[in-house]
């Protein structure tokens, strides 16, 4: 190497480390930016110019070469829209880190150029930015522009920064909508049961109103009641909380994944009232009352519904009505409010909400059960019949400060429920299988016509059962934030507390014939329940230290204390000469105490543990970038239980020290690519009370006794995701996903089963050899000279191992294992012309299991899946939707579950001219051929359930809408 270039290297070397020296100088200075009349954050447009504040120069600082550049920010160079939880995060500029004057000009276009003083005193040894004040801007001058009519096609979904953002208006949807139906055309957008929102696999765990929360924690809310109409478009982003914006930059475990619903213009302001009412044949109605009084700064929302059509199923969705969902006969009425407001500079904010729902369920089932026996196999067929009320009554309210450099939160919750359950079953157990139905087997067995099953009968067993509960839980909790002075770290606390109290009374009456010995018995048990008491405790504090402007390292250490009562008493009311009536108490009841299954326990517990986050984003050449992050928590429990059951009066203590991670991995994005390599480790506790070595017979056909020596289990996972999106014309996404999950020491329920009786008595144990590998793949693509044409497919893969303990007579119990291995592909095709659509899809299923035991007979079941949805614009403003499925079974033991049926649902609708009002006439199962049948399958056996679904019906409702704005003034 000759001098020259020695010397060139070594000038170079200089250079970079004076130019990142000279940077390390610099102070950044952030501030928030909106305009005067809504509000709204700007970005894209705007300058800011840092000047001296006596001679009015512009002030020069060190770029990144270490020239003199002008103190300037311009936010057409780059995108400023990150969310957190004001809106959007700062934007700033560069200042010499020394005491100093300056003006700082702040323009927009067609606004008003603000000056904003900055005085610089004294400057902390690692702080190496500052928060001002949010600046307001407000309106220059107006003008009015020449009309101009432009016509281009609608984009159905874009990219803005980190925000993916659907266009409500691209989406053809059937007059009378509801929010569900516009999120399920979403491309790469699925709702599960519960209102679960996953968009390209990954869940959604907030979904949003306008940027704020909507009666939190339940999504269906929303989901049925807000009217598709009112949606300008639906943005899906990363949302971060107040952490971060103390801390000025994106805190990996400060953000959540959400879905925000922005509404158009016309309905940000003012009032919304969406009424429907319906009703049809088979005795279905429904109704609807949606109502919310909407401003920039405060909303009021007052919802309503009653219906027994067990949800909001429209014809023409995708998966409007499937064999797997909706069970059941339910009769729903709920009732809401949820309010917020804001002060105008967002220094403080409450919100909350209230509901109460009451439900009323009719559930029938048959079960066709295969035990899975060292021995040989057991058949069990089962009928039951279940009838519930359920009352929900819940509350919860919160308010937050958000004064500068500091946060506040206090939060209020108060849950009720009484549910009342009564229904019965009946049963029967066999030594070889039938290919006679489960109802046929039954019905001859109950008429007495059994000359055909009696010889390989095992049992039969009929159950009643009544259940009244009330439970009542209250909680609250604060938690606070505050920036370090003259420090970029934060500091906080948090504290909460909860009280959960449980009271119930159940009467249970169980008839048993065995077989082989001739023998019946007959249980009438009632079971009081109380006092159930728990609460429990939990403080903390934060210390958040950004070590740099790329990382940094929270530790959480905090304490939680726990503490409960508990009394159940057993009463056998067939020892009374006379037990009255079922489900009401004989005045002698007392006198039936059975102590030996009446138990009592006291159980306290204190965990310290300490929590770790330590997340590193480090930018790389070519908008390239790498983020490690670890997680976990060093914890130390103590625990003791004090438990009273006959003569047996234990007192458990138990101390354990485990450690758990959280996730720890590596996140690499480069251009449109995103890799994930993520591991979690999660500690199952042993529960106490099942370290009591007693025997519970309150179910005779079930028993159950204690382990004293189990350990706890710890389940791992290891996870890789492999994303991509393009963007543009012709846009389309891709992601794979791999995951890895085993189980350490599982606690698993094992039993030994009695084939004289049927009887199982159960033991908790641990076991080894629990582990499931998944893998997915998703594409959706847009194509076609207009985008006219999109396509989805979904393939994935499990293959898994379920370990368990089971024993067979005298025998004792030993390690069984199954494994399953199950393949599916889904395929959508979707065909759009103006407002017009069809759609193409189907899935196929196909599971396969096989075990370890001698004579295990290894078998495989596969769903198919497939059909068209479609929606058609007709002249004078009617709208005809419809999807029509078939459904085809093979491979269950039940030959009536083996069928192909075919559901067909279709919708006519007509708005009437005006825009208020909307009528329509819905046809449900119009082949009358819908079932619910559900498969599972574990080391302990086979489970194949038919339950009952609501019978074809067609149903007649209208809907008005209003909308009233506020007069301009």
Known sequence: MTTK???AIVIACCATIFAASAQQQMLTILMHVKEGFGNTYLDKGLTMTVTDAATGDTIMIPGADGKPVPAVFDASQRYVGQHWSTGVYPVDVKVPRAKGRYIILVSYPEYETEEVPLVIEHIGSRENERKLPDVTLYKARSRKLDEVTVTASKVKFYHKGDTLVYNADAFSLAHGSMLDALVEQLPGVEIRDGGQIYVNGKYVESLMLNGKDFFKGDNTLMLNNLGAYTVKDIAVYDKYGETSRLANRQLENDKKYVMDVRLKKEYAKGYILNLEAGGGTSSRYMGRLFGMWFTNRSRLTLIGAVNNVNDSRQPGKTNSWTMTRTPGDFRTKTGGLDYMVSAEDGKWEASGNTTIEHTRALNTSTTDRTNFLSGGDTYERIMSRQLGHDLKISTSNGFSLKPEGKSLHIGQSLNYRKDDQRGGSFSAAFNREFEESTRKILEYIYSGQTVSFSDHLINTVINENLHRGH?????????????????????????????????????????????????????????????????????????????????????????????????????????????GMFGNLPADYEAALDPDQSNVSHEYSNTAQAILFWMHNKKLPESKQLMLTASGAIKVDWRHLDYRQG?????????????????????????????????????????????????????????????????????????????????GRHRWSENVDLNFRWIDNALVSGYTYDPATGVRTYSMYNTSGNWQGTASHGFNKNFGPTDQFSVGANTDATYGKSADMVGYGEAAVERTWVKNLTLGQGLKLTYMKGRNYITLNGRVDWRDTRGNRDGFNNFSATTLQYGLTGLVNLPKSITLSTDLTAYTRRGYSDPSLNTTDVVWNARISYAIPGGKWVIMLDG??????????????????????????????????????????????
């Open 924 to 969: 449900f199962d119009l082949l009358h051929q819908l079932s619910n049948v559900s498969y599972n399958v574990n080391a302990q056996g086979r489970t194949e359930t038919y339950t009952n679904v609501l019978p074809r019906y067609a149903m007649l409702h209208v809907q008005y809408r209003l909308n009233i704005q506020p007069k301009k003034r």
């Open 647 to 727: 003569a047996t009066n234990s007192a458990i203590s138990r101390r354990d020290a485990e450690i758990e991670i959280g996730q720890a991995g590596a996140t690499y994005m480069a251009g449109t690519n995103t890799f994930k390599l993520l591991y979690n480790r999660h500690i199952d506790y042993v529960p106490l009370n099942r370290l009591v070595d007693i025997t519970d017979s309150r179910d005779p056909m079930n028993i159950f006794r204690g382990a004293p020596s189990l350990k706890n289990a710890a389940t791992n996972g290891l996870n890789f995701q492999w994303m991509k999106m393009v963007w």
């Open 5 to 7: 270039r020695l010397a």
């Open 471 to 579: 439970t009542l839980e209250a909680g609250g909790n604060v938690s606070g934030d505050m920036r370090v002075p003259y420090s970029p770290d934060l500091l906080g606390f948090f504290a909460s507390g909860k009280y959960k109290e449980k009271r119930y009374d159940d009467f249970r009456l169980y008839d048993i014939n065995f077989a082989e010995t001739g023998s019946s018995t007959v249980d009438n048990q009632y079971i009081r329940n109380r006092p159930d008491r728990e609460h429990e405790l939990n403080a903390g504090i934060t210390y958040n230290y950004l070590y740099s402007p790329e990382g940094s390292l929270e530790v959480k250490p905090c304490w939680t204390y726990m503490h409960s009562r508990r009394n159940s008493a057993l009463y056998r009311l067939d020892r009374l000469s006379d037990a």
